[in-house]
């Protein structure tokens, strides 16, 4: 069974860093594309970046430039640098991991950002 583990989420400042993790586990296969999403209360789910095993990357614009996208094949596992924090990133992150047609998606983690 695929699982997708999330660490790194907690409170931030205006303008300071947080750095986001997530682990798969449980796949015999590499996943094509794993990504962020992000929930804010109220709001719809929204892509926040998203990698390709190739490495190509895709960010949307409110993070472009702020926010960068990695990935360890190896370890199965991505992570998202996030730097010039705003109060309106504050959000659930969410984990996701694209196989074949299959998509799953991490329990989430919660970032704040105080001004």
């Known amino acids: 069974q695929v699982q997708l583990v999330e660490s790194g989420g907690g409170l931030g400042q205006a303008g300071g860093s947080l750095r986001l993790s997530c682990a798969a586990s449980?796949?015999?296969?590499?996943?094509?594309?794993m990504g962020w999403y992000r929930q804010a209360p109220g709001k719809q789910r929204e892509l926040v970046a998203d990698?390709?095993?190739?490495?190509?990357?895709n960010y949307a614009d409110f993070v472009k430039g702020r926010f960068t996208i990695s990935r360890d094949n190896a370890k199965n596992t991505i992570y998202l640098q996030m730097d010039s924090l705003k109060p309106e990133d504050t959000a659930v992150y969410y984990c996701?991991?694209?196989?074949?047609?299959?998509?799953?998606w991490g329990q989430g983690t919660q970032v704040i950002v105080s001004s």
């Open positions: 996701n991991a694209v196989a074949f047609v299959y998509t799953y």
């Open positions: 449980g796949s015999q296969f590499n996943f094509n594309v």
């Open positions: 990698i390709s095993i190739g490495g190509r990357t």
